[in-house]
């Protein structure tokens, strides 16, 4: 006979069985419904720290954390991350940022959304700390111009590939990573138009962020702007920028500027600040921005100054500079500006070719009115042998345009008489129009450049030393 007793006991483990159970169902159902639906993605990187953000569907009910270490599997530091300002309905944006860290170091993380980890705590999800200003320590760039204008068609990215092949940014991708044998970089530095043809949301995820995902969660980014990118939420919403002492940069949400080592990046926006408005040169938002450069450039110390704009100054492919009104306008701006403060580099996409210039200088007109005494530097064209760039001002400025990220318009004359000549089947042209992006490694006092196809082979390949002024 069973007795009360028994019978009680066996009731209250059966109920404590179902109420696990029921628990487990829960919180089977709860990581169910938290989502990864962006990301994660680097930002801002600092010596002593980093910015990451990511996206979740709105099922997180708590809080969404990124957890750190120096080991993948000991991630026995976290941050709270905050909400971004909810702007789609069902998506949550969330930023983390993590201080006080040691300078060139690597760490490993995790994004977790109600203690559901969403990516990481593998080899892969990594990212390092900047190096220190006096570093000497060789440092690797990947630059992407236009790779939003052959966007993939509408559709999650993985089944438009699986439907209709690669398209030319993944294959421009694919190149990189081929050229670099899966080092990565040290930074990924986008010369604008990043999302065809608005730069929305929706453009941003298929064209972007599906693309670039695996480089995104370990590569820092450093966003530039161009005139597709006109969708306000490019800057609000999509990435973080330095702000002042943040990045050892100044700036606005539309251009800024920051170190990395020995090198000074200085990101420039014309079409925000200009031309979306007015082609008047005197217009007041433009003319903050020169006044920002000019005080810029003349506080940095490091060994290289490299100014990325989305709109070249010189190019002959599918525009160009002599004809086109807006580019005549911003040489005439920035040419003098460039001089007076040495800057190394010009980088530039828009044109969806590329062509690169000699180390020239003061050269404001039209080509017809380029006179080599008066404005050719060095002939060297960085191949047979480097080109030696002095310091201080006047030094000349290598002016590079690479806007075939997501492919290209091969109808340009390529005879700008400022660009370095390349052999052809077509015979010699000023430029070439064929997809691939730009890389560029930087130790002391030595550059090299490699545009890079989508084979992973260099088609131009150039050298710059600086020497005493």
């Not at 708590?62 to 993948?72: D, K, M, N």
């Not at 941050?79 to 993590?98: I, K, M, S």
């Not at 670039?212 to 969708?231: E, F, Q, S, V």
């Not at 730009?438 to 050298?463: K, N, Y």
Request: hydrophobic share 35%.
């Amino acid at each position: 006979m069973t007795s009360y007793a028994t019978t009680g006991r066996r009731a209250r483990m059966s109920q404590c069985w179902l109420l696990g159970t029921l628990l487990v169902l829960v919180a089977a159902r709860s990581a169910l419904a938290v989502e990864l639906r962006r990301g994660p993605y680097l930002l801002n990187q600092r010596p002593d720290g980093i910015t990451a953000r990511w996206r979740t569907g709105d099922a997180v009910r708590h809080t969404s954390v990124l957890r750190y270490g120096e080991t993948p599997y000991v991630l026995d530091h976290a941050v709270a991350a905050e909400r971004v300002r909810q702007h789609f309905p069902g998506l949550q944006d969330w930023e983390a940022t993590v201080v006080d860290l040691a300078p060139d170091t690597k760490y490993y993380y995790a994004i977790e959304g109600d203690q559901v980890t969403l990516a990481g705590a593998d080899e892969r999800t990594h990212f390092r700390t900047a190096p220190a200003s006096t570093s000497p320590r060789k440092l690797r760039f990947w630059f992407l111009g236009d790779s939003g204008s052959n966007r993939p068609r509408e559709g999650e990215t993985d089944t438009v590939l699986q439907i209709t092949g690669p398209t030319d940014p993944v294959k421009v991708r694919n190149g990189f990573r081929r050229f670099s044998q899966r080092r990565g970089a040290d930074g990924i530095i986008l010369l604008g138009d990043n999302a065809y043809p608005w730069g929305s949301d929706a453009e941003y995820q298929t064209a972007f962020f599906g693309i670039y995902r695996d480089d995104l969660a370990n590569t820092p980014l450093w966003p530039g702007i161009g005139n597709h990118d006109m969708d306000d939420a490019y800057r609000h919403i999509f990435f973080t920028t330095p702000r002042e002492g943040s990045s050892l940069g100044l700036g606005s949400q539309y251009y800024y500027s920051f170190d990395l080592a020995n090198v000074h990046f200085v990101m420039l926006d014309a079409w925000k600040s200009w031309w979306e408005v007015t082609t008047d040169p005197d217009y007041i938002p433009w003319q903050r921005e020169l006044a920002w450069l000019r005080e810029d450039l003349a506080s940095t110390r490091q060994t290289w100054t490299i100014v990325v704009c989305h709109f070249p100054l010189y190019c002959d492919g599918n525009y160009d500079s002599d004809t086109n009104g807006p580019l005549k306008l911003l040489r005439e701006a920035l040419v003098p500006i460039l001089d007076r403060f040495g800057v190394d580099l010009y980088l530039a996409g828009h044109d969806h070719t590329y062509q690169r210039s000699y180390l020239i200088r003061g050269h404001t007109g039209t080509r017809d009115s380029f006179r080599e005494e008066d404005h050719l530097v060095s002939a060297a064209d960085g191949r047979s042998e480097p080109i030696l760039k002095r310091g201080g001002p006047n030094g000349g400025t290598v002016h590079i345009v690479s806007g075939t990220g997501g492919g290209t318009r091969p109808n340009g004359a390529f005879a700008h008489p400022v660009m370095v000549p390349f052999q052809t089947e077509a015979g010699e042209r000023r430029g070439l129009a064929q997809p691939g992006s730009l890389a560029l490694a930087i130790e002391a006092s030595a550059l090299e450049g490699w545009q890079i196809d989508i084979h992973g082979q260099p088609v131009d390949h150039f050298r710059m030393e600086k020497v005493a002024p």
